[in-house]
């Protein structure tokens, strides 16, 4: 299924399209992509944070647009426009993800725009999973980009951090999902994705359940150059979260830029605010890409 559509309102009115996805076990969602009125310099796939529709990535999505960068952001299996919901009888974790959800996006964004160098990247736990995508994926890719991203491992963080590891997959195992939306964490998360999240915050180490490749190995040997934008007052993703991720990656190029308010129009450079003004983010990520 197709929708497009232009957005007057950029100034290179970027073409907006659905695709829909049908993944291996039976789930769907919608790809967005966000195509230039122009010629395509680049092309990036983008993961939301945990718990945020990839609606809420359009203001981003069209400011790259604007500077020639194809953008198709990836939806949460749970989300928005997927057709799953988690519940006591509907569960799912990384496994479910990075071997389906994932790469489904990847390969239909390569098939949508089979010429321009792939980027991939994310915000958060989003870009976590674009780290994992990158070192698992058999497609070249040209570069990794990271805003407002680290390893969740508790020694990154304050001591309290440690307590909400623990207690929230207690929480979804007896709820039968996180209840995110009412306790203030993310949205209404499958128990295994928590599961899952909540052990590499505990060990500091990457795996699945049910996911036969070594991940951290894996990491260990990605060697596509990573652009990483910290937030200066974003504490879900202090500097210590992000140089811990970044060390899973010793082979790849790095480089690193610190966002601050003077960089978003006055507004907190914290971890969510940077969506409502992401002109600068656009500009830094898409030069990037085109000196790459």
């Not at 073409?15 to 195509?35: F, K, P, Q, T, W």
């Not at 980027?119 to 990158?134: D, E, I, K, P, T």
């Not at 304050?158 to 999902?177: D, E, F, S, T």
């Not at 190995?217 to 210590?240: I, K, S």
Request: glycine residues 10%.
């Amino acid at each position: 299924m197709t929708d497009r559509s232009v957005n007057a309102a950029t100034l290179d009115r970027p073409l907006r399209e659905a695709i829909r996805l049908h993944m291996a076990d039976g789930a769907s969602a919608d790809l967005v992509l966000y195509r230039p009125d122009g010629d395509e310099l680049a092309t990036l796939l983008w993961v939301p944070a945990l718990g945020v529709a990839a609606r809420h990535y359009e203001s981003l999505a069209l400011a790259l647009a604007a500077r020639g960068i194809a953008v198709a952001v990836h939806e949460w299996r749970g989300i928005g426009s997927s057709d799953r919901r988690p519940g006591r009888r509907s569960d799912w974790g990384y496994r479910e993800l990075l071997t389906d959800d994932l790469p489904s996006s990847l390969h239909a964004l390569r098939k949508a725009v089979p010429s321009s160098p792939l980027y991939v990247g994310g915000h958060s736990l989003g870009g976590q999973l674009a780290s994992l995508l990158a070192a698992t994926t058999s497609l070249p890719l040209a570069g990794l980009a990271l805003v407002g991203s680290g390893a969740p491992y508790w020694r990154c963080f304050k001591p309290w951090v440690g307590l909400a590891l623990v207690a929230a997959p207690v929480l979804a195992n007896v709820v039968g999902w996180l209840p995110g939306r009412q306790v203030g964490f993310g949205g209404n998360e499958a128990r295994g994705v928590i599961g899952d999240w909540s052990r590499t915050g505990r060990t500091g180490r990457y795996a699945g359940r049910g996911i036969d490749v070594d991940l951290e190995a894996a990491l260990g040997r990605q060697r596509a150059p990573v652009f990483a934008q910290r937030l200066r007052d974003d504490w879900f993703a202090p500097e210590t979260s992000l140089d811990f991720l970044l060390g899973k990656m010793p082979e790849a190029p790095r480089r690193i830029d610190v966002i601050g308010a003077d960089d978003l129009s006055g507004k907190p450079a914290d971890h969510f605010a940077w969506m409502k003004v992401p002109a600068d983010i656009a500009r830094r990520l898409a030069e990037w890409m085109q000196a790459g």
